[in-house]
């Protein structure tokens, strides 16, 4: 995953891009950068972020930069923003996305070019910089972001800082966003929209899917129009989403309250039969109080999370010590845990690690019974088009260690969508295995169609994949 921002001003542009990256740090762990254009050219500044926050690694920096143009990135895996020349000129260039057919698209370039890359280390080939190759095979710039995003096989949407303007271009089906947000003094365009809200910009315009925008301080153009197929990521709702998040006309926070009423509609559970409900922060919270609001049972907050030191761009990248870090991050409250009956709800079940031990936890600490409410369906397949999570195979997902229990590892299309259908036997019983597994007193999953219901979207305009597999 990743974020970004870019900001083109009738002044200089520095603070804006500095604190409206900043806004993105929730996207991404591991790289951020910075690249502005000036009288004196390019000047850009990357840093590793994984154990230091962005304000922390980019502070000086911002002193040494001046220019009226600029973009920043947030990134789980790849340093950008990238300079590059060629013969569309110099610029700059972050991405945001996920390529499947990277080594493909290597061989037909060589085939085609005497180009080389980079390899980091690992021996991977930087995305941006293969995107920028690709854009590169064309005579400009629109027809090179239109010819990558036809020859990616996931998902890029795209910022490029140039002479004559930052080009803003969202993925071919929009399951990213790129949202503009204008000023007095000129524009910014932004993945999340809370970013440039505090930075004194009000709503403009999202870009539609495939569309691409130029973007100055005087004006937006628009140079290729947006498509009619959009399936923007529903799980951007569900958990990455910064809480005041707006995508689409729809606020990340208002579809959480409506997914936490909704999973209460379908509960049988009461006063008599629970004390409290409970969100695991952060995004878990607003999940939990709109399903107190609906059910009637007090909210409480059983453990508290300890953010001063911790916020979620400090997590390591190694799975083992992700998993630490999260249990050290949640502290305990005794008096709200000890002897209680508690619905505990989460935005979502992808390895199960994290939440098994957070029960345990809760256990240890004295509750009585802890009921698990996932705030979307089980996760049955890995994502492939924006890597939200980390899973590099389908069976580290517990749903489909379950079914492999059950069926095998080579299941048949036809019984995955069956585990899928929350009114089958096969759904049922892997969620008794599930919940049996992780020693919850009970569990339930939201259902596909009351997320959907929670966007207020249509079901075509949204990415549904990691939970049904369909396109």
């Not at 911790?310 to 709200?336: C, G």
């Amino acid at each position: 995953m990743g974020g970004y921002f870019a900001a083109a001003l009738k002044e200089d542009c520095v603070f804006d891009v500095f604190y409206g990256t900043d806004y993105h740090s929730h996207l991404g762990t591991r790289r951020a950068g910075m690249a502005v254009l000036g009288k004196d050219g390019f000047n850009r500044a990357i840093h590793n972020i994984e154990n230091s926050p962005f304000r922390t690694k980019f502070s000086h920096d911002v002193n040494d930069m001046e220019g009226q143009m600029g973009i920043g990135c947030i990134s789980d895996y790849d340093p950008q923003p990238l300079i590059v020349r060629s013969h569309h000129g110099t610029f700059a260039i972050a991405a945001v996305g996920r390529i499947n057919n990277t080594e493909e698209i290597v061989s037909e370039i060589f085939k085609n070019s005497q180009t080389h890359f980079l390899e980091m280390s690992g021996g991977d080939i930087n995305k941006t910089e293969l995107v920028a190759s690709i854009i590169n095979q064309k005579d400009n710039l629109i027809e090179g972001i239109q010819y990558a995003q036809s020859l990616i096989d996931g998902s890029m949407s795209l910022l490029l800082l140039t002479a004559k303007g930052i080009y803003c271009a969202r993925d071919r089906y929009g399951r990213t966003p790129i949202i503009i947000g204008k000023k007095e003094e000129g524009f910014c365009a932004a993945f999340e929209s809370f970013s440039f809200q505090k930075l004194g910009y009000s709503y403009y315009k999202e870009l539609g899917p495939g569309e691409i925008d130029v973007m100055t301080a005087d004006g937006i153009r628009v140079l290729a129009d947006a498509g009619n197929k959009m399936r923007i990521c529903t799980f951007l709702w569900t958990y990455y989403g910064y809480s005041p998040s707006v995508y689409e006309g729809v606020t990340v926070e208002g579809m959480r309250y409506r997914c936490g009423n909704y999973l209460a509609q379908r509960d049988d559970m009461t006063t008599d039969d629970i004390d409290i409900v409970a969100g695991v922060p952060d995004s878990g919270i607003a999940h939990a109080i709109g399903y107190s609001n609906e059910s009637r049972i007090p909210y409480a907050r059983p453990f508290i999370k300890y953010t001063p030191t911790w916020p979620r761009s400090f997590m390591p990248t190694m799975q083992s010590k992700r998993n630490l870090i999260a249990k050290m991050k949640l502290i305990p409250v005794q008096e709200l845990i000890q002897d209680r009956r508690m619905i505990l709800i989460d935005d979502s079940i992808v390895r199960g690690t994290q939440l098994r031990e957070t029960t345990e936890f809760l256990y240890e600490s004295g509750a009585k019974e802890v009921h698990v409410r996932p705030a979307c369906p089980p996760i049955m397949f890995g994502c492939k088009y924006i890597s939200f999570s980390r899973a590099t195979s389908d069976m580290e997902l517990i749903a489909r260690r379950i079914i492999a229990q059950e069926e095998g590892e080579n299941v048949d299309r036809v019984i995955l969508d069956d585990y899928a259908d929350p009114d089958s036997d096969r759904y049922h019983r892997m969620l008794d295995k599930m919940c049996e597994q992780m020693k919850f007193s009970s569990l339930k999953f939201a259902r596909l169609d009351d997320i959907i219901k929670a966007t207020g979207l249509p079901a075509d305009r949204l990415c549904t994949y990691c939970w049904n597999g369909k396109e």
